[in-house]
């Protein structure tokens, strides 16, 4: 079984300032990892995932993840963030090729809203 | 082309309705996911499909959901009886069926039960 924690619910940003979004996951299996974005009244987007590689991850809109694995996390980082940045974020994981399972059903964090003053 | 779609997007039914909640996956993908959204929450899953079977039913939280799939398409997610705890927005997730493999996401479903 997997679980994600996500350490904050809301953080509010300055525009052009730097943000991170926090991530934590336990499983007892290898997984995949994604971060989506949900904008207001809109469905879920996928930023970016993490497969196999490079712990770096780039994504859509000048996002970027790292993956840590003896930290079990997976932060969203920008380093600067515009007023379209304002949406809820959710970090989400699977289970991997090797991870004993045949398909990739997700287990989600409980978001994070992320708001953008100018 | 064309993304996932569901309908309705808001339906708002009583105590003890039967309700269907319907969704289009994108054409010639094999798997097909619902997640269910409770307010505050990150989306939960309920159920997923490999082609026309239910592979994984797991989520379902009891007897009163049901989903089909029956050409390996369009999907029905099912609700009997329905309480007030059922609110929330339905989510439903379709992708070419291989781990790893980006989940499209519709626009949801909103539930509401009064």
């Known amino acids: ?118 | 082309g064309a993304g996932v779609s569901q309908t309705p997007s808001n339906k708002v039914t009583e105590k003890g309705k039967y309700v269907e909640l319907r969704c289009d996956p994108i054409s010639g993908h094999t798997a097909l996911y619902w997640y269910r959204q409770s307010l505050g929450q990150g989306p939960e899953f309920l159920i997923y499909f490999q082609g026309t079977g239910a592979a994984d039913d797991s989520g379902l939280p009891n007897d009163r959901f049901f989903a089909v799939r029956p050409e390996g398409s369009v999907s029905t997610l099912k609700i009997q009886r329905t309480e007030r705890g059922d609110s929330a927005v339905y989510l439903c997730a379709s992708s070419p069926g291989q781990k790893g493999e980006t989940q499209y996401f519709g626009p949801g479903t909103r539930l509401l039960v009064l």
Request: aromatic share 12%; hydrophobic share 35%.
């Open chain 1, 1 to 118: 079984a997997q679980s994600v924690t996500q350490l904050d619910s809301q953080v509010p940003v300055f525009e052009e300032a730097p943000v991170e979004l926090r991530c934590n996951y336990s499983s007892s299996v290898s997984v995949y990892l994604f971060w989506y974005v949900q904008y207001p009244n809109q469905g879920l987007q996928l930023l970016l995932k993490y497969l196999s590689g490079s712990t770096l991850v780039k994504g859509i809109n000048g996002f970027e993840a790292e993956f840590n694995k003896s930290q079990t996390s997976f932060h969203l980082r920008k380093p600067s963030v515009h007023i379209s940045d304002t949406a809820e974020y959710f970090c989400a994981v699977s289970p991997s090729l090797l991870g004993g399972t045949s398909y990739g059903k997700l287990t989600f964090g409980q978001g994070t809203i992320l708001t953008v003053h100018p």
